[in-house]
């Protein structure tokens, strides 16, 4: 263990052949939730100057040991050792926040924890003065607070309330919260799932700076690339246990994945495929209102085809999906599914017309959680005859049809009864997707289809896409993680404030040139391939 | 008609608006205290009827005016650990519980006073609060002799509006308990209390309340009787959303109500034999819909205002 800790401190040059001293040690952590093993004897340890990945699929325990770290659970065994002011390791008491705090580790959660009716300095400072004082934080606070930022790399506006700043700047504050704080172990829980690619290399670039400063940051994450970007050394937990400690120098990619997994996992390959006849035609379209507005949106989909969107969320995709779903008419311009306007005057004739659809929320929009396996399968055909006769529902034919559902597309439920709100949020997309591929679709809109979802179902989604292509589908993917557009679409159009660029083939694309036309910059394409 | 706008220039109209006003300021107040920290307590309308009805009652059994506000703010806040502990602590529906509070309180009191005085039929008096009268203020041009003829109560809700305001605004304790209504999860990430935070607010909130109710049997009237809240504590919740929970626009907005009240009451003898009064009745509470019409088409609810929090669950 200490061998393999050391390592990485080789690994750079600024720290000499001094061994870092170590910040955090977590020792024989184990919790159990019911029976549910969460972490089994999950040692861990980082250094001052250390950048550490801790991948893992969902389910692995990464949430439940940063918990366990923060104070927000108590170990069932185990301890975490922090080191104070003198470099001595000492005991944490569990199940305590306030001393993880005090002991200066600050956790970023992936659910940024704002007040948005406070400002951002408000927010920073908040909890860290006697309550009874008049004032809100020490004269000095602010000059300590921009300084930090300037340092940081971690400009903000400090006087907005958070409710009005985006996704970017709110997590910069969350960071700020904790430095202010003298957080000297910092926590990031898939800090990136919110960001642009540019957003990411400002983060990645403020965890480098962080560590130069002497703190240790633990990086969680389920995204490969990110992780070899940004990281030293990685810890894999699969099932609650510790399968990898070492450094990511000479570990690859598709190995990272295998311990991940514990099996090998392999990406569907899009083949290359004639597209058919237009399915989906938009023309000169604008609808929505705000922030959700597009404007003089022209584009073709033809069947057999992927189309991807990419953007950063708020830039029209949710208008894009509406008009597909029959939620939203267009105001001007005319959108046609196979020639016709009707076919997506409304949620149910777009559904007659044979438009699947997989939102973007499942939680909100995709599945009713009170509701069990077979009534959400059933939701769209309430009035088809596999689901009901004369007004009564056939329960045993729809449970009969979960079932097949259930094993077509390896849904991890107990059996068709039960309420789908008690499902992760990978059975759940797939309780959507059985739903949103029933009765073969002409026309498949999949919003972030692998949002929040490991590797396993990930790949799982992407198959059933690639599918539903081969079977002469179209396919209008929205999402915003770039490979995976760029792996499944066959053209590629990108959204910046309600108007599209492109659509262009996505062979001649890549992630940064995609990353600056999303931020609006359409010179990040030469000229050329404009016009192709 | 310029009789009926004549009566704005009158000093009498301005010190009855004042008075209206007292109670419903107390009210809102304490109101949007608890819905600054997310809790709404609809509990209100019967910790009006038991302020009024406890403070009254221990004045009437010897007890000084002063000690009676205190007893009533007491009760208050008895009833307000009654609402936190339901809403906060077994994160119950706050609707439902403020309701049950309300039903509880006010028949409660009504059981009380029936039990203390079974046999009178006319309601015992009690010597109130006087008008200040400080001989400074009456030669204080323009509002001065307005406010000269206000009871202490009145100065004591203004001067809690004004602390208010300060705390909710400037103090790491208005900051905690405006992060706590929006967001509980911001509030534990920094290692406070989500629950000391509303437990204190709904508390102080309701003894406001009951302070509220108080005025009436103290300051405005000297007896307690049934139906004499009168739905006040239905309108401070209404006032709360007119003022955005801003402690300066209870001011404005009780006052409003306050002045159209009094406005009304005047009309009734200026053309009481022609209209209606029960019409005349109606003037404030459509004139109250309509500015919250206005008011609250804009109305920014704190984000997490009546919704339950469980630590742990997101």
């Keep these: 263990m200490t061998a393999e800790a050391e390592r990485p401190a080789a690994r750079q040059a600024a720290g000499g052949a001094r061994a870092r001293p170590p910040l955090l040690r977590l020792r024989g952590i184990s919790k159990r939730f019911g029976e549910v093993v969460a972490n089994e004897a999950v040692d861990l340890e980082l250094a001052a100057g250390e950048i550490l990945a801790l991948l893992g699929e969902n389910g692995a325990g990464k949430t439940t040991l940063t918990s366990i770290l923060f104070g927000h659970y108590a170990a069932d065994a185990g301890e975490v050792l922090v080191a104070d002011q003198e470099g001595r390791l000492v005991a944490l008491p569990p199940g305590r926040p306030e001393a993880a705090l005090e002991a200066g580790i600050g956790m970023v959660h992936q659910h940024f924890t704002l007040a948005h009716n406070l400002t951002g300095f408000e927010n920073i400072v908040l909890g860290t003065e006697a309550w009874w004082r008049p004032r809100p934080a020490p004269p000095g606070a602010r000059r300590r607070i921009e300084e930090l930022a300037r340092r940081m790399g971690l400009e903000v506006e400090l006087d907005r309330p958070v409710g009005q700043l985006g996704v970017g700047a709110r997590q910069r504050i969350e960071i700020l919260k904790a430095l202010y704080r003298e957080a000297r172990v910092l926590v990031l829980d898939e800090p990136t799932a919110v960001l642009t690619p540019q957003e990411a290399e400002g983060l990645f670039a403020t965890v480098r700076a962080l560590a130069a400063d002497g703190r240790g940051v633990i990086f969680i994450s389920h995204k490969l690339a990110e992780v070899e970007a940004v990281a030293e050394r990685v810890v894999v937990l699969r099932q609650g246990r510790k399968v990898a400690d070492r450094p990511l120098a000479g570990t690859s990619r598709s190995e990272l994945a295998r311990l991940m997994v514990g099996r090998e996992v392999r990406e569907p390959i899009r083949r290359p495929r004639p597209p058919g006849e237009v399915v989906l035609a938009l023309d000169g379209v604008g609808a929505g209102s705000g922030r959700d507005r597009i404007e003089d949106v022209t584009l073709e989909l033809r069947a057999g085809e992927i189309l991807g969107i990419a953007g950063v969320s708020g830039n029209g995709q949710a208008a894009l999906a509406a008009l597909v779903a029959g939620l939203l008419r267009p105001e001007r311009g005319r959108v046609e599914l196979l020639g016709s306007t009707a076919a997506l005057s409304s949620p149910a004739a777009a559904v007659r017309a044979g438009v699947g659809r997989i939102p973007e929320d499942r939680e909100r929009d995709g599945v009713v959680g009170e509701l069990d396996l077979a009534e959400n399968l059933a939701l769209e055909r309430l009035a088809a005859p596999e689901t009901s006769r004369l007004g009564f529902l056939r329960r045993k034919a729809m449970r009969a049809r979960a079932r097949r559902a259930i094993e077509a597309f390896g849904i991890r439920a107990p059996g068709p009864d039960v309420p789908v709100r008690l499902l992760s949020g990978g059975n759940m997309q797939k309780v959507v997707l059985a739903r949103a591929l029933d009765g073969a679709p002409r026309l498949l809109l999949a919003d972030q289809p692998t949002r929040g979802l490991d590797v396993a179902a990930t790949a799982f989604v992407h198959e059933r896409l690639l599918e539903a292509r081969e079977r002469g589908a179209a396919v209008l993917l929205i999402s915003e993680d770039l490979d995976e557009l760029l792996g499944l679409s066959d053209r590629i159009a990108v959204v910046h404030r309600g108007r599209l660029a492109g659509p262009f083939p996505s062979e001649r694309l890549d992630v940064p040139t995609i990353g600056l036309l999303m931020a609006g910059h359409e010179g990040g394409l030469p000229a050329a391939e404009v016009a192709a | ?314």
Aim: net charge positive; with cysteine; charged share 10%.
């Design chain 2, 1 to 314: 008609m310029s009789e009926a706008l004549e009566i704005l220039f009158q000093a009498s109209f301005w010190v009855a608006a004042i008075r209206i006003a007292t109670p419903l300021l107390l009210g809102t107040l304490g109101a949007l205290l608890g819905e600054r920290a997310g809790v709404l307590n609809l509990g209100i309308e019967g910790i009006f009827v038991a302020g009024a009805m406890t403070g009254w009652l221990a004045v009437y059994l010897g007890a000084s005016l002063w000690s009676g506000v205190a007893v009533a703010a007491a009760t208050g806040a008895v009833f307000g650990l009654l609402h936190a502990f339901l809403t906060v602590t077994l994160a119950l529906s706050q609707h439902v519980a403020g309701l049950g509070i309300t039903l509880l309180a006010t028949a409660g009191s009504h059981f009380a006073y029936r039990v203390a005085f079974p046999t009178l039929t006319q309601p015992p008096r009690i010597e109130p609060f006087a008008p200040v009268g400080w001989a400074w203020l009456e030669s204080t041009p323009l509002l001065g002799p307005v406010l000269a003829q206000q009871t202490p109560l009145t100065f004591l809700a203004i001067g809690a509006a004004l602390l208010l305001a300060f705390v909710l605004a400037r103090t790491p304790l208005g900051l905690a308990i405006r992060a706590v209504g929006d967001d509980p999860a911001a509030v534990e990430a920094q290692g406070l209390s989500v629950a000391a935070l509303r437990y204190g607010a709904v508390v102080v909130g309701s003894a406001l309340m009951a302070v509220g109710g108080a005025f009436l049997t103290m300051s405005a009237f000297n007896a307690f009787f049934f139906g004499m809240v009168c739905g006040r504590g239905w309108i401070c919740v209404a006032l709360t959303v007119f003022a955005s929970w801003r402690p300066l626009k209870a001011v404005a907005g009780a006052l409003l109500f306050g002045a159209f009240d009094a406005w009304q009451l005047r009309l009734q003898t200026l053309a009481g034999g022609v209209v209606p009064s029960q019409l005349f009745l109606m003037v404030p509470y459509l004139l109250s819909i309509a500015a919250l019409l206005l008011a609250a088409r804009r109305a920014d609810y704190p984000r997490a205002l009546m919704k339950p929090w469980r630590r742990g669950e997101r």
